[in-house]
């Protein structure tokens, strides 16, 4: 039950922090800005790993998950509550926004133009930080520099990306501001994409280091 509580509260975070830029800086005029947005999701990821990466892995993203069980990366019987509980967090969230904000998309990614391109580049984006993780989440001697790594490469995705896309990368965080604001139309490009591309990374990493070890879960 604790890493179950753990994926709700950082998914929680991320997704409260990081629409939570996005819409304050709508209200506000932009005061925080893209950097401040593609910084605050980058930060948020990296602390929440390290508050809860030794509780339960601080995957706080479904497509994660389900990628690491499809490589056999994490236990299959996780995977449902795991999802389950990353969901709650985030839609809790969102519905903590609408609650605080009157805000047209809550932070909702959409893309800028075409549902196409979108795809395209929500694939590459998870597919670019899913290899991170698994790099980063196996090696020992480096460990210490997952949640720098990992938030590194959101911050940077977010930074150039964003404007198009959104750079979800996670369809937790897309679809709870997706639903609870009601601008659901392009939401499949953010549950397909970036699931596919994690699945890929994983099945990728598994080629070039098939004999790594399983990554730690508890």
């Known amino acids: ?35 401040g947005i ?4 980058g930060l948020i990821v990296a602390v929440v790993i390290y508050t809860f990466g030794s509780i339960s892995g601080a995957h706080i ?8 069980a499809l490589g056999k990366q994490f236990e299959a019987k996780k995977v449902l509550p795991y999802i389950i509980a990353q969901l709650l967090g985030a839609f809790l969230a969102s519905l903590t926004m609408a609650f605080l904000f009157q805000h047209e998309n809550l932070g909702a990614t959409l893309p800028r133009e075409t549902e196409a391109q979108s ?14 993780i698994l790099f980063v989440s196996n090696k020992k001697d480096i ?33 709870a501001p997706a639903i609870v604001s009601g601008n659901i139309s392009s939401l499949w490009v953010y549950i397909f994409a970036t699931t596919l591309g994690a699945i890929v990374a994983t099945f990728t990493w598994k080629y070039l280091f098939h004999d790594n070890k399983t990554i730690a879960t508890n």
Do not use: Q, W
Request: aromatic share 12%; glycine share 10%; proline share 3%.
């Open 1 to 35: 039950m604790k890493t179950y509580i753990a994926e709700f509260l950082g998914t929680f975070a991320l997704v409260f922090c990081g629409t939570g830029a996005i819409v304050i800086n709508d209200v506000t005029g932009g005061v925080i800005g893209h950097a």
């Open 143 to 175: 460990s210490h520099f997952t949640g720098f790594a990992v938030g590194a490469i959101v911050l940077l995705e977010a930074m150039f990306a964003g404007p198009i896309t959104g750079a979800s990368m996670n369809p937790a965080r897309s679809i």
């Open 119 to 132: 795809f395209v580049l929500e694939f590459i984006l998870t597919f670019l930080l899913m290899l991170v």
């Open 38 to 41: 593609a910084i605050t999701f």
């Open 61 to 68: 993203n479904p497509a994660v998950t389900l990628s690491l």
